[in-house]
């Protein structure tokens, strides 16, 4: 599943680094603005119905293709209405043609992308991860051999944009086809009383899910909309990478390989479903810590290597490295949030995800809003953080009161690791790149090895 998400996102992020350098700095962020809103769509179609797929496949096995048709049925119909209201939306904002055909074009790849996740709600539930990697790294190869035939014929954005679309429907078509391993057939079901039944289940992670992408691109709406479409894309660049790492790990890790392994940890009992957590815990914060060191120490030279030389989109040097080492900070709270969510769905609590991602949204408006116009989009960055934050700890209070939920038990450990391997950040900073980058990042894998195998002997050698 690691390698999917490694090689599928690792050619879409490769494929916009080219196309950062293949198109002017006003069409370079009406592409990111597309991609952006898209997500919008993607969680709108889902409306919830692959996690609620996915605890089911796991729980039961005995009415998948019931269910599965249902699922497909609904989501056939949530995808063309988001479709149509995303073009709707689009042309009351008053876009440009240009930039109304890239919303469109990449929201077309989207709705796609949302029927190809309900494939991979089975392959999680059945934990036959390979089918969706090879889907994922499908994907990716696709979207950077168009790139690049777009780059080398010269065919301009509008096709850059479309790169979007043929990759969806490449995953699409390759999801489709490892769905007959499991002698589950592509008949969508239209009945009434089950759609209405599993939208009645779905409906509050469907507006968790809507809500926490809005909450995620609302910033791009308000910096376009207070700076420039420049910046935009300057933002985008620093929240990509961000956003990446997360995305790498959170669906590999929650609604994939381990997700089905909560859900059954939670039916058995609160003890169970506390280990399992206090475990997930250690692992979630090593790996941000793992991905948080190198970008760190990279700094804006890092930025320079992925986006090219004109990484500033005309924006100055102190506001666009502020916002980047704030949006890399940032990146263990964010796994620690998507994490959380994973258990309180997990449980089966999930309607309290509404009310506390609406308490985000509103922090998150109110702060871009009053911070943006002083500090620029470092001021998009720091809401990132807190408004992460502050729902990490929600999250936390909801679980807790279930009972004792000793999370931060073995996290000293890859937390005494990082720190100890600030220093050689520091003393390998005039070191090339690479350098920098790799010696922090492996001493503190070493150091976090050595720290869990000591734990680990010590614990034994007391049960003794």
């Given at each position: ?8 996102k690792?050619?879409?992020?490769v494929?916009?680094?080219?196309l ?5 700095n ?7 603005f597309a991609v ?10 889902d409306f919830?119905?692959?996690?609620v797929?996915?605890r089911?496949?796991s ?7 019931e ?32 930039q ?6 990449i ?5 796609m ?8 709600a ?19 190869a696709?979207?950077?051999f ?11 954005p509008?096709?850059?944009?479309a790169?979007?679309?043929?990759r969806a ?8 086809a490892?769905?007959g391993?499991f ?18 289940e ?21 910096i ?10 300057a933002?985008?660049?620093s929240?990509?990478?961000?956003e ?10 929650l609604?994939?390989?381990l ?14 479903a506390?280990?399992?957590m ?5 692992l ?7 991905v948080?060191?190198?970008v ?10 992925i ?6 989109r005309?924006l100055e ?8 080492f704030?949006?890399?900070a940032?990146?263990p ?15 089966g ?6 009310p506390i991602?609406?308490v985000?949204?509103a922090?998150s408006v109110?702060g ?5 116009p ?5 001021g ?5 953080l ?10 936390y209070?909801?679980l ?5 939920l ?8 890859p937390?005494?690791a990082g720190l100890?391997?600030?220093?050689l ?10 350098v ?17 195998r000591?734990?680990h002997?010590?614990?034994?050698c007391?049960?003794a």
């Amino acid at each position: 599943m690691l390698a999917g998400q490694l090689f599928g996102k690792g050619g879409i992020f490769v494929s916009l680094m080219i196309l950062s350098r293949y198109l002017d700095n006003s069409r370079f962020g009406m592409l990111v603005f597309a991609v952006a809103l898209s997500q919008i769509l993607l969680f709108l179609a889902d409306f919830g119905v692959s996690i609620v797929s996915n605890r089911k496949f796991s729980l039961d096995t005995t009415k998948v293709q019931e269910l599965y048709s249902t699922a497909l049925g609904l989501r056939f119909l949530t995808t063309i209405a988001a479709w149509v209201l995303l073009a709707l939306a689009s042309t009351v904002a008053g876009y440009g043609n240009e930039q109304m055909f890239m919303i469109l074009l990449i929201g077309l790849g989207s709705a796609m992308e949302a029927v190809a996740e309900l494939q991979y709600a089975v392959f999680r539930a059945r934990e036959r991860m390979i089918y969706e990697a090879t889907t994922r790294i499908a994907g990716g190869a696709a979207a950077l051999f168009l790139v690049l035939l777009v780059v080398a014929v010269d065919l301009g954005p509008l096709a850059a944009s479309a790169t979007y679309t043929i990759r969806a429907l490449v995953m699409l078509m390759t999801s489709f086809a490892f769905l007959g391993r499991f002698s589950i057939r592509i008949r969508p079901g239209f009945s009434r009383k089950h759609m209405l039944k599993l939208l009645r289940e779905s409906w509050p992670l469907g507006v968790m899910g809507l809500m926490l992408v809005a909450f995620q691109r609302l910033d791009n709406v308000i910096i376009r909309g207070l700076s420039s479409i420049e910046a935009v894309g300057a933002y985008q660049e620093s929240y990509r990478i961000m956003e990446t790492f997360v995305l790498l790990i959170t669906p590999c890790l929650l609604p994939g390989a381990l997700f089905p392994g909560l859900c059954r940890a939670f039916a058995s009992g609160w003890e169970t479903a506390k280990t399992r957590m206090v475990s997930i815990a250690q692992l979630v914060t090593g790996l941000a810590g793992a991905v948080m060191i190198p970008v760190f120490a990279g700094g804006t030279d890092f930025l320079r290597l992925i986006w090219g030389k004109d990484f500033l989109r005309g924006l100055e040097t102190e506001e666009v490295e502020t916002a980047y080492f704030i949006l890399m900070a940032a990146i263990p709270i964010v796994f620690w949030m998507n994490y959380l969510i994973a258990s309180v769905i997990a449980s089966g609590k999930q309607k309290v995800t509404v009310p506390i991602t609406s308490v985000a949204i509103a922090l998150s408006v109110i702060g871009n809003f009053l911070l943006i116009p002083r500090f620029g989009i470092s001021g998009a960055a720091g809401m990132v953080l807190l408004s992460n934050l502050i729902m990490s700890v929600l999250y936390y209070i909801v679980l807790r009161k279930s009972g004792p939920l000793p999370l931060l038990k073995h996290v000293w450990k890859p937390v005494v690791a990082g720190l100890a391997s600030i220093p050689l950040i520091f003393l390998t900073a005039s070191s090339p790149l690479a350098v920098r980058m790799i010696i922090p990042t492996a001493a503190y894998l070493i150091l976090w090895f050595i720290l869990d195998r000591i734990s680990h002997q010590s614990y034994y050698c007391n049960g003794a």
